[in-house]
């Protein structure tokens, strides 16, 4: 697997069922949560955290009724390279990501 976008919420089985209903179905192994992974060949690789931060702000309430807060939550940019490794992000992501008191964690890693 090259560079991807995860989403991922620290949770047990029975939470995870229930944000199986609220945010749709994990697309990763269960035993490290509830995710949803966007990768490099994904028609939505390049607006995954404004979709990350969208579906988080639209369904923060319910998650928290379920008692997941934003500190289960993070959000990942996991970034292979050759030579050498640059990145930016936009204002409005990272506000965006800020605002709702998420982790926003970086792995690079040469091929």
Aim: proline fraction near 3%; glycine fraction near 6%.
């Amino acid at each position: 697997m090259g560079s991807f976008y995860k989403l991922l919420i620290e949770c047990d089985r029975q939470k995870r069922e229930k944000i199986d209903h609220l945010l749709g179905v994990s697309n990763e192994d269960p035993a490290i949560g509830w995710s949803l992974i966007f990768e490099e060949d994904s028609p939505n690789f390049t607006k995954a955290l404004d979709i990350f931060i969208d579906l988080i702000s639209r369904n923060l309430n319910e998650l928290r009724e379920i008692d997941v807060s934003p500190d289960h939550i993070s959000f990942w940019y996991m970034y292979e390279y050759e030579q050498q490794c640059n990145m930016e992000f936009a204002a409005s992501i990272t506000k965006g990501i800020g605002d709702l008191g998420i982790v926003f964690c970086i792995s690079c890693w040469q091929k």
